[in-house]
């Protein structure tokens, strides 16, 4: 039976806090863990903020002459951002770096690796995050219009 629960954890100092649920069956059978809820807690104000490794979105979509590529970490992970044309050639690399949990953008301007102006068109934008627990990869299409 699938019941509705909550759980509050009370008086945690800010952090970062990570949360999963198993369901445990009849004979102590338990599931295995769901996907992990990862949550930052300040204590300004009580503000939670869900953090989770995602590509979160692309603005503005078409673009011209600069688009913001925004983006979650849920842990440190090693974050790779690619731009490719339909083609499947690399445009440019954006970030290729290791970075903490947070919440991040990055400009992209319409250029490719050699400085030079990218042609109108679609492009695909590839998110990679490469974590102790996992690696993440997320793609979305970008327009850039001249």
Known sequence: ???????????????????????????????????????????????INTLN?????????????????????QQAAQVKIDIYNLKGQKIITLVNREEAAGEYSIVWNGLNQDGNPAGSGIYLTRFEADADNGRYVSVKKVVLLK
Do not use: W
């Open 53 to 73: 490794t995602e590509l979160k979105g692309i603005y503005p979509n078409p673009f011209n002459p600069t688009t913001t590529i925004s983006y979650n970490q």
């Open 1 to 47: 039976t699938v019941t509705n629960h909550f759980y509050i954890d009370n008086n945690l100092p800010s952090g970062i806090y990570s949360y999963y649920i198993t369901a445990l069956y009849t004979g102590n059978y338990q599931s295995g863990s769901s996907n992990v809820a990862t949550v930052e807690h300040t204590d300004a104000d009580g503000i």
